[in-house]
């Protein structure tokens, strides 16, 4: 059943997304006269077949994926110089037919988005919390400033009403840095605010510096052969409270640990909605903190538990690129460069700056902020404000990350991920959590879609765009054996990059990882 799930999750969720921009290609060229030749809801041969006017429509064996062709789109091909051909179509009129392609997409997201906000569904609470980092030091949140403290239960921001935490991200997001009323319930008690959002230097986004309450933290991974794997304790299990102390921030739970160190500690957890404890003794550590290079924010930090050293005896571990081949080894090599600044790389991981070491009490996990939900609901006109927005605020998210993984800020290998990895993750939303968060999923693939085929890389949308808008500028088209390196360059980057994300999504398979552990 599991395994139908993750195949049926894959299939409908790209060959969907797929379909639609697909489909805005087909749509856009016909509204410019440009005929095409076949559309086709998978590649391959077709199964099912019909020609409908000009255009044969057919379905392939695995409808996965797809394709429109054009008459005239194949530059080797002979044309008669018909305004349906697709080169043979003035520049403008192509731009036409190939921007449908991503608009659709957006469309289809924002669609998405409109429906389920109608419908419902489980989002992140206005109760809101302020991490501590946040209440003192160089940023300190402009809520806190204005008087707002975890707990509080933001109800409504200028006189609009507050149900979620996307309707405070929206509301900050329109105030265009405008200073806001907030009016929100503590304990109880209401009260009213005047809060200031902050915008960060060159952006037009602006943060009040909240986020959303959390009344865990989710275990995201579990240490091999550590504390938490040996008592029970699973990825995706949400800890609730440490000896009767709830927990809300990560650092709730270390600081717990920390202060408890040589004693049994019991720890309330949820899995799947049931409660569920285990009792266990925290294993001291010793934890390698990193400060970065200049130009790089916060810390990098790692364990130098039993997985680690497993890590050295593989081979997976270098200081100033020599390979260490013990832990006694790496332990000398890191006392030499306390002084200094010194490069770690553990795996595809790589840590830079001076190296300080501390000893914590750790229980071999992998954790994350669980936010509390509320089922929510929208009217028309509040629905589609929202649906706007949240694309938006995706977009800009991707934005940042594609400019942090060419900074190296980010893993290439652990945060690009290609079609199986994205099959994967459909199939865990689509089994683990519903088909609200499923239909969610795909909103924000179809957004994806249409970020990616924008972009100029030679051969896809985004540079077809660019080289018919010179075209169009220059009253004459790039020279065809310009034209042809420049696609063919494009087509071998992009095999290349298939290639690469296909392996890697394959290498990151926990059946494939287990392997060769």
Known sequence: MMTLTYILGALVLLGLCIFVHELGHLLGGRMVGIKARVFSMGYGKGVLKKKIGETTYQVTLIPLGGYCQFYGED???????????????????????????????????????????????????????????????????????????????????????????????????FSDGKELQVSIDRNGEHKVFSVKPRGDAGESRFTIGVMPHASGITVTRTVKGGPAEITGIAAGDVITKVDKVDIHYPSDFSDYLQNNIGRDVTINYLRKGEERSAVIKPALSEIYMIAQETGKKGMQSFAGNEEFKKTIEAGGVRVDGKPIKTYGEFLSDVEKSKERNVIIDVKDARYEGKIEIAKKAMIGIEIGVSFDMVHVQYGALEGLKQAIIEPWDFIVVNLK??????????????????????????????????????????????????????????????????FYTIEALRGKPIKESIMVKIQTFGILFLIVLGVFVIVNDISMLPVVQNLFK
């Open 75 to 173: 530059p080797s091909e002979k044309r008669s110089g018909e305004g349906f051909e697709f080169l043979s179509a003035h520049p403008l009129k192509r731009i036409v037919t190939v921007a449908m392609g991503p608009i659709f997409n957006l469309i289809f997201g924002i669609v998405l988005f409109y429906t389920m906000n109608l419908v419902g569904y489980n989002k992140e609470t206005s109760r809101i919390m302020i991490p501590p980092e946040m209440t003192s030091g160089e940023y300190v949140s402009p809520a806190y400033t204005a008087g707002l403290r975890t707990g509080d239960i933001i109800t409504g921001i200028n006189g609009n009403d507050i149900k979620a935490f996307t309707d405070i991200q929206t509301e900050v997001f």
């Open 401 to 466: 990350g594609f400019g942090m993984l060419f900074s190296g800020e980010l893993n290439v290998r652990e945060n690009l991920s290609g079609p199986i990895r994205i099959a994967k993750i459909a199939g865990d939303v689509l089994y683990e959590r519903g088909i609200a968060d499923f239909i969610l999923l795909m909103a924000r693939i179809s957004i994806i879609l249409m970020f990616m085929n924008l972009l100029p890389i030679p051969a896809v949308d985004g540079s077809h765009i660019l």
